[in-house]
């Protein structure tokens, strides 16, 4: 059973919106703080964003504050990615994460991965 699993990427023009999804099994998804990283070609995976287990503390990227915003519900074991604003360099794809300790932009804290959404921008 694969532990998180994303949706709601796809193909948007640059200044547009997206929904991403991510739907946690398999462990107790309420004691985990989740991010977001996102891969482009040739790039190594980068932190986006991340959400503590309360909800309570957020953590973004400066490259994507102001424009991305995460967000999680416990009840329905999902956490989730709204961007706006998008641009051509938001392009990758995109990947939730959990982690059992404190919010982090270490991509080796975590240790359930999804099997990524492509995000797509054009111009």
């Known amino acids: 059973q694969v532990p998180l699993v994303e949706s709601g990427g796809g193909l948007v023009q640059a200044g547009g919106s997206l929904r991403l999804s991510c739907v946690a099994s398999?462990?107790?998804?309420?004691?985990?703080?989740m991010g977001w990283f996102r891969q482009a070609p040739g790039k190594e995976r980068e932190f986006v964003a991340a959400?503590?287990?309360?909800?309570?503390?957020?953590s973004y990227a400066d490259s994507v504050k102001g424009r991305f915003t995460i967000l999680r519900d416990n009840a329905k074991n999902t956490v989730y990615l709204q961007i706006n604003s998008l641009k051509l360099e938001d392009t990758a794809v995109y990947y939730c994460?959990?982690?059992?300790?404190?919010?982090?932009?270490?991509?080796?804290?975590?240790?359930?991965w999804g099997q990524g959404t492509q995000v797509t921008v054009s111009s």
């Open positions: 994460a959990a982690t059992r300790g404190s919010i982090s932009d270490r991509p080796n804290l975590y240790t359930y």
């Open positions: 959400v503590s287990s309360s909800a309570r503390t957020t």
């Open positions: 398999g462990f107790a998804f309420g004691l985990y703080a």
